[in-house]
């Protein structure tokens, strides 16, 4: 079945979605921040069938998550390490976290916690405004059009509508 193309449209979340919105690259992600980095390994962890990982493992190469470290020469064995673009990706995963844990964890509480190790303190994700360091939230946050927005839509009504221009 031929999917979506995401990759083009003028929104960073759909772009996003574009690379890494199937279900298993996310968790491919979470065990290469577990320090999983061999194709054996994410397989035996994740349960994922060869192909698919390959697929997986091959598009996060591409697209600069990972990256491959020869290992072995004969026969040649690559291991996946995290690029800093795929380091950079950790705090998506930790908001992931946080919403799973107040929304789906059962009455046992959260699987997994993260530890600071900076301050020693257990911890979760918080999103807070780079200026003024405030949390983040949908009732006091606007969206604008960015210098990125295409000029093709800035003049749409219903688009100007959408992020209140006048």
Same mark, same amino acid.
């Given at each position: 079945?031929?999917?979506?193309?995401?990759?083009?449209? !003028?929104?960073?979340?759909?772009?996003?979605?574009?690379?890494?919105?199937?279900?298993?690259?996310?968790?491919?992600? =979470? $065990?290469?921040?577990?320090?999983? =980095?061999?194709?054996?390994?994410?397989?035996?962890?994740?349960?994922?069938?060869?192909?698919?990982?390959?697929?997986?493992?091959?598009?996060? &190469? $591409?697209?600069?998550?990972?990256?491959?470290?020869?290992?072995?020469?004969?026969? !040649?064995?690559?291991?996946?390490?995290?690029?800093?673009?795929? =380091?950079?990706?950790? !705090? &998506?995963?930790?908001?992931?976290?946080?919403?799973?844990?107040?929304?789906?964890?059962?009455?046992?509480?959260?699987?997994?916690?993260?530890?600071?190790?900076?301050?020693?303190?257990?911890? $979760?994700?918080?999103? &807070?405004?780079?200026?003024? =360091?405030? !949390?983040?939230?949908?009732?006091?946050?606007?969206?604008?059009?960015?210098?990125?927005?295409?000029?093709?839509? +800035? $003049? +749409?009504?219903?688009?100007?509508? +959408?992020?209140?221009?006048?």
């Amino acid at each position: 079945m031929r999917r979506t193309s995401f990759s083009h449209w !003028p929104c960073s979340i759909a772009r996003t979605v574009d690379l890494l919105g199937d279900a298993w690259t996310p968790l491919v992600l =979470r $065990e290469a921040f577990y320090g999983v =980095r061999r194709f054996d390994a994410f397989q035996r962890e994740l349960g994922i069938s060869r192909n698919t990982l390959a697929d997986r493992l091959r598009r996060l &190469v $591409e697209a600069g998550l990972l990256d491959t470290r020869r290992y072995e020469d004969e026969p !040649p064995r690559h291991e996946y390490v995290l690029t800093e673009k795929g =380091r950079d990706f950790f !705090p &998506v995963l930790a908001a992931l976290t946080r919403w799973g844990d107040r929304w789906l964890a059962g009455e046992e509480g959260a699987p997994v916690v993260l530890r600071h190790d900076r301050c020693g303190h257990d911890t $979760e994700a918080e999103v &807070v405004c780079a200026a003024c =360091r405030e !949390p983040l939230r949908a009732d006091d946050t606007a969206m604008r059009m960015g210098p990125g927005f295409p000029d093709r839509l +800035r $003049e +749409r009504p219903e688009v100007r509508r +959408r992020f209140g221009v006048d």
